[in-house]
């Protein structure tokens, strides 16, 4: 079953514009985290956010957790062509050896 | 390049023959995970493996799906009796511990 939900679905911006994914998920964690996946290849680790950390930032990348909520954003900021790819976040399943729950992800499109 | 390969990277069968992927993981890393990715879709997990011992398999998705892990290294998955519905894209996944995971690139799978 699929712990986190994205959303939107698609994203289109220009270069140069933010880029913000939504993800919601169902149950309590010990942390989230967010997936690239350009395509048709395999996922590339961006940032891990712990449930006691509410905001996070890598580079262009901005991540925040509402616990109450249940849910996290992830913000791109001045976008490139070369972010252009799949972006999933995924929670973990600690009665599967921490396994991987991930949403259907935001495919985001960035345009020159 | 996370450092995690998997063999091979396409695989075009006819329905009803058997399929083995193999996934070598980070050298030092001794879990290893298996996911399936429909298209659309963020990765599905199937099973998991801590060293040689494969901790978790309930989530394998039909007694026709098999993996194994001998003496903690490499790992293969394989598909008996192939049918149309598993043409899919197959992932392996590696970890140190109960951290971030790092993918392979994928085995996509088409059964004819």
């Known amino acids: 079953s699929q712990q986190g939900e994205e959303d939107p679905q698609a994203l289109s911006i220009q270069e140069g514009e933010n880029a913000t994914m939504n993800c919601s998920y169902k149950t309590s964690i010990n942390n989230l985290q967010w997936y690239r996946q350009n395509s048709g290849r395999g996922l590339v680790h961006l940032i891990l956010i712990r449930s006691n950390e509410r905001e996070k930032h890598s580079g262009r990348l901005r991540v925040t957790l509402d616990t109450s909520k249940k849910s996290s954003s992830l913000l791109i900021t001045a976008s490139r062509a070369a972010d252009t790819a799949s972006y999933f976040c995924a929670t973990e399943n600690s009665n599967s050896g921490y396994a991987l729950n991930f949403g259907k992800g935001t495919s985001l499109l960035v345009t020159p | 390049d996370t450092g995690v390969s998997q063999d091979p990277r396409h695989k075009i069968t006819k329905r009803g023959q058997n399929v083995t992927f193999r996934c070598d993981p980070i050298?030092?890393?001794?879990?290893l995970y298996w996911y399936r990715q429909t298209l659309g879709q963020g990765p599905e997990f199937l099973t998991y493996?801590?060293?040689?011992?494969?901790?978790?398999k309930s989530r394998l998705l039909s007694d026709r799906f098999s993996a194994e892990r001998p003496k903690g290294s490499f790992s293969t998955l394989e598909i008996q009796r192939t049918e149309q519905g598993d043409s899919a894209m197959y992932l392996c996944?590696?970890?140190?511990?109960?951290?971030?995971?790092?993918f392979g690139p994928g085995t996509r799978l088409t059964v004819l």
């Open positions: 493996f801590q060293n040689e011992a494969q901790l978790e």
């Open positions: 996944a590696s970890s140190p511990r109960a951290t971030t995971q790092y």
């Open positions: 050298s030092e890393h001794n879990r």
